[in-house]
């Protein structure tokens, strides 16, 4: 008897995105083909942004949310690269 293994091309095109907001703003801060890296990933980002929280307050700069969401390769702008860790405190992500 042999195993047959069905790989679905869905599967196979569907990545985790973490995904930044501020304000209405979206940008994809990193892609990862596991939703559970992405959701390391998320959780070091906020960790992040509680650090940080109190120098964009004095600053007066929004404070950035990150969310895991899945991704088609496909749905990727196509110039699209990773947000820096620390992107929102050199004002990148707005």
């Not at 907001?21 to 083909?33: G, L, W």
């Not at 390391?40 to 990150?66: G, T």
């Amino acid at each position: 008897m042999s195993s047959v293994e069905i790989f679905s091309r869905a599967t196979d095109d569907t990545l985790w995105a973490v995904v930044a907001t501020v304000a209405k703003t979206d940008r994809i801060a990193e892609v990862f083909r596991t939703r559970a890296a992405a959701l390391e990933d998320c959780a070091w980002r906020l960790q992040q942004v509680r650090d940080y929280e109190h120098l964009l307050r004095r600053n007066k700069q929004p404070v950035p949310h990150y969310s895991v969401a899945p991704i088609r390769r496909a749905d990727l702008p196509r110039r699209w690269r990773p947000l820096p860790a620390l992107g929102f405190l050199h004002g990148s992500l707005a």
